[in-house]
């Protein structure tokens, strides 16, 4: 806290009015959003007082803060759930984008179709989820597809493809289908997806046996692998509610600083269960889980009753999710569902806390000792990594670290000019990076990391000097089996980094995580260029057959896959086998 003077000025004239407060950094960067009844009273809690040390760490960092006041307790609840989505602060409670949930997506189309997603926002269409994981729902697609004969293309080709020879799709893009066609299976599908499956179940046995007795053993065999494919993606855990609601249960446990947060999904009488987080806990612990839910609910549709603990305060909740009912129950199976999920947010904090403790204090430690070796505070590391093969589809890729966590948001693919050397390569990538924030008058790193001993660290050296640009520059030094070892300073003075460190495995962590992102960019360039020249080179395929065969194979990997019949729905049969030849070549090249 390097402005308490400043900090103490802004606390005396706080208004005691509702609203939201964003504590700063030293870059002035948002690290936490907070909600308060009396600003007056809640931000200068932070300031005042002992806390226990996660907090201590928050309040260490914040430089300065910023406050708006609203009109309302409710208003300041939304507005704070708009800042943390906007600025995404390290020290508030997130849900996270890769703990969404995949839903399988009904279009309302003509010709509707069927898709496994996690964005909700399309009104267009029907969601039905969500699924405990993306297989899941995939699994659960793939039957659907299999029973009706919904359309599979995102857009409707000029003719017939393989779907429809297959009896996969009745060819909307030709014929002209009934509605009531499409109509009824629509109503199928919906059925099968809240959990009905009595009917189709009942016809494929009687399509089953017919089969059997025509001694059409393959088709029976078919209809056998379906009943058991249904059977399996609907063995769920049967709740016994009879208005067959979708409800959302949710329920917490605080210990030692940390929250566990866990989600219940009822859908079809189906229950769902999914852990969703364990995380640090810097604020109010019901504000932090109201929080928790009203960002859950940016992202997934509303169920038609919600059910949480009765120590909440939902008032302001309500009123904001009010095409839900929240219930807080205290008697009967929603009440014993509530202290279910409760009792699994218990078990999961036990099991995970260990866990994601060891692996904080490693983080804090690793930095600790980064400090402690430089002699200097770092929060914020930049690290390069350049990739090219022969000299071609030279790139570089950069990976940013923010209190020893990755911050993906920050990373940056570089495409560079024609290759010379890795030491070129280094100064065009730094010189860019730096000369473009000195031009913006963004924040500069602490700390850049180049992959490299005393010649790499000349080459950046002399790009931060010309540039006058206050970045400390260490190389990671490797040993003989091209592994971490040490770091080396700007004057070419070896770091000794203990190999059984926190700061040695961060280290690590940190080289694989650039040479990944740069390699996976410089893999797309290479696999981009490789088919954009394979097509090129057959005749007959202009720009128009070139989107159409992206539209029906999306991949050079399916591309590759596919027969001359398979090709010969989106091109002519003279072009699809010269376009098979050039592809099966290429391998024996």
């Known amino acids: 806290m390097a402005n308490m003077s400043k900090i103490q000025d802004k606390l005396a004239i706080l208004p005691a009015l509702p609203g939201c407060y964003l504590m700063k950094n030293k870059d002035n960067e948002i690290i936490y959003v907070g909600k308060a009844k009396r600003l007056k009273n809640r931000v200068r809690q932070y300031f005042v007082g002992a806390h226990d040390f996660k907090t201590t760490r928050l309040v260490s960092n914040i430089d300065d803060f910023e406050y708006i006041v609203t009109g309302s307790e409710k208003e300041a609840l939304l507005l704070e759930i708009n800042l943390i989505k906007k600025h995404t602060p390290p020290y508030n409670i997130m849900f996270m984008d890769d703990k969404t949930y995949p839903y399988i997506k009904l279009t309302k189309e003509k010709a509707p179709v069927l898709r496994v997603v996690r964005n909700t926002k399309d009104k267009r269409a029907q969601y039905f989820g969500p699924f405990p994981n993306s297989g899941a729902a995939w699994d659960t697609m793939k039957l659907l597809n299999q029973l009706y004969p919904l359309r599979k293309c995102k857009h409707l080709p000029k003719k017939a493809c393989l779907y429809y020879h297959l009896g996969q799709c009745l060819a909307p893009c030709e014929k002209e289908i009934d509605e009531k066609v499409y109509d009824d299976m629509v109503v199928g599908i919906r059925k099968f997806l809240k959990g009905d499956v009595k009917d189709i179940l009942l016809k494929l046995k009687k399509e089953m046996y017919e089969a059997s007795e025509e001694m059409a053993f393959e088709k029976a065999q078919e209809k056998l692998n379906l009943i058991h494919a249904i059977e399996h993606v609907t063995s769920k855990q049967q709740i016994d509610f009879k208005d067959q609601k979708d409800r959302d249960v949710f329920g917490y446990y605080v210990d030692k600083g940390y929250i566990s947060i866990q989600g219940f999904f009822i859908r079809g009488g189906k229950l769902l269960e999914r852990e969703l987080s364990v995380q640090p806990l810097f604020e109010d612990e019901q504000d932090a889980f109201i929080s928790f839910i009203l960002q859950y609910y940016e992202k997934n549709p ?24 929240i219930t807080q129950p205290m008697r009967g199976d929603k009440l014993k569902l509530v202290e279910m999920v409760l009792e699994n947010a218990k078990n999961v904090h036990k099991q995970k806390f260990e866990l994601v403790e060891r692996k904080e204090n490693r983080r804090e430690e690793a930095m600790k000792e980064l400090c402690e070796l430089l002699h200097k505070e770092i929060h914020r590391i930049e690290i390069f990594d350049n990739s090219h093969i022969s000299g071609t589809f030279n790139v570089s890729g950069m990976v940013v670290y923010k209190d020893g966590e990755p911050s993906k948001k920050d990373y940056r693919t570089f495409r560079l ?13 730094i010189y860019r990076r730096y000369f473009r924030i000195l031009k913006e008058q963004g924040n500069f790193p602490d700390l850049l990391i180049v992959d490299g001993g005393a010649l790499q660290i000349d080459a950046a050296k002399e790009i931060i000097e010309a540039l006058e640009v206050p970045v400390m520059i260490c190389g990671l030094v490797k040993d003989n089996h091209h592994h971490t070892a040490n770091l080396m300073d700007i004057n070419g003075k070896i770091i000794p980094v203990k190999r059984d460190s926190s700061l040695f495995f961060f280290l690590t962590q940190m080289q694989d995580e650039v040479h990944r992102f740069a390699i996976t960019y410089h893999r797309k360039l290479r696999k981009k260029a490789m088919t954009k020249s394979i097509l090129d080179e057959v005749d007959g395929i202009g720009e128009v057959r070139k989107k159409e065969i992206w539209k029906q194979f999306k991949s050079l990997k399916k591309l590759k896959e596919a027969t001359v019949k398979d090709l010969c729905s989106v091109l002519p049969e003279k072009v699809a086998k010269n376009l098979y030849d050039v592809l099966h070549n290429i391998d024996q090249k």
Do not use: F
């Open 302 to 325: 509303l169920p038609q009753e919600i059910l949480l603990p009765n120590n909440c305060d939902i008032e302001h909740l309500q009123e904001i999710l009010s095409d839900a009912k």
């Open 417 to 429: 000019g024609e290759y010379v050397s890795d030491l070129d390569s280094m100064k065009e990538v």
